[in-house]
């Protein structure tokens, strides 16, 4: 049936928003192929790596578009509506760990916390910096991983960001500009000099 | 750094901040690669700024692909929420079940009577139209008369034949006697 479901290729993701709402299962899927694995990423790399939880998190949020698309506000941007999704559910997931932390009482958890990307290990042969950028991320508090990931992953504008984070546009600039100088300085030793302008 | 130096400083690195991968004007890229020749900080923000998303961009080597049983779940839970159902139906369904949902022994008997009333006319009517009562003589004529159904019944007494007083006296009925002798 893919044959029938290219006509929904130069859709907006409003108007297949505005199809899904009415029952139409092909905007549907083709919703879930523009963002189900941009948004694996960003939950893989919000989740400090943990890839079934990522998986997990991913079929909770379409669960949620399923069930009740009605909450969609067609006068916003569907990626900003769904990044504010995936941020309250990662923002749920960080109170549930630090509860579940102070009542173990290990203090070792927060060592865990950098240490637990289950695949990056293995590619710090070939991907050094990616893996030290990624542990940097980790160590990150989860506002500044956030609009981290946000801008330099997912690529979304400062003023998308400032819509799903409710930051003020200029708290947001000030924080990138202190994020950038600062992991900049701290990886300049792996930095394998990029230039794109 | 005069001040005027600094300002183009925060308007380049706004820029930086703000564009989008590949999406900078010719305008802003020139103005962007003028300040650079002679600004060493910006210089050094851009080459972070570069790194750290080239650093983002997600690894090829690493195939995290969403599950394929997410997807059959999502579609299944799809077609249970937006099962195509006529609204009017469910509605009416609705309201059915909520009249009978109700304590009050007046909607029952109600209920009730109707199914009875119901039930009653059914049976009347295949009774009649079996022709299994016994009808007495003297309207055997009428009985004769009766084609099918209630609705066409046409009754067609000729009292003035006085064959028709019935066949015997038990047969016959006050009434026709009335109307015979009265004539």
Known sequence: MNFLRKKYKLTS???????????????????????????????????????????????????????????????????????????????????????????????????????????????????????????????????????????????????????ITGMKEGTLKSRLFYLTRKLGQDLKDLNPVYSEV | MTNKFKAECQIVQNILLNMKKDHLLSAEKSRIRKHMKDCRSCREFQENMNYLRAGMRVDEKLKIEPRKSTRQVLVSRFRE?????????????????????????????????????LFILFFSQSYIQQGTGKIPGALSTVHDSIDVGLMDIRINLNFMDENNTGRNLKEDSSLTRYITTSL
Not at chain 1, 45 to 59: N, S, T, V
Not at chain 1, 65 to 90: G, R
Not at chain 1, 125 to 151: H, W
């Open chain 1, 13 to 163: 993701d409003e108007q297949l928003m505005m199809f899904v709402q009415q029952g139409n299962e092909d905007a549907f899927l083709e919703l879930y192929e523009r963002y189900s694995k941009k948004l694996l990423y960003y939950f893989y790399r919000m989740l400090f790596g943990d890839h079934e939880k990522a998986q997990d998190f991913l079929q909770d949020l379409f669960l949620k578009i399923v069930e009740k698309p009605e909450l969609f506000d067609h006068q916003k941007k569907f990626s900003t509506w769904l990044y504010t999704i995936a941020h309250n559910q990662c923002k749920n997931e960080y109170r549930r760990l630090e509860i579940r932390r102070r009542f173990n009482q290990k203090e070792k958890d927060s060592g865990k916390f950098s240490e637990s990307g289950n695949g990056m290990e293995k590619y710090l042969d070939t991907k050094l910096f990616q893996s030290a950028l990624e542990k940097k991320l980790y160590k990150l508090g989860p506002e500044q991983r956030l609009i981290f990931i946000l801008r330099f992953q997912e690529d979304l504008s400062i003023k998308e960001i400032s819509e």
């Open chain 2, 81 to 117: 929420v937006h099962r195509k159902t006529d609204p009017g139906f469910l509605k009416f369904l609705e309201k059915i079940k909520l009249l009978f949902s109700y304590r009050i022994p007046l909607y029952q008997a109600l209920a009730a009577t109707v199914v009875v009333a």
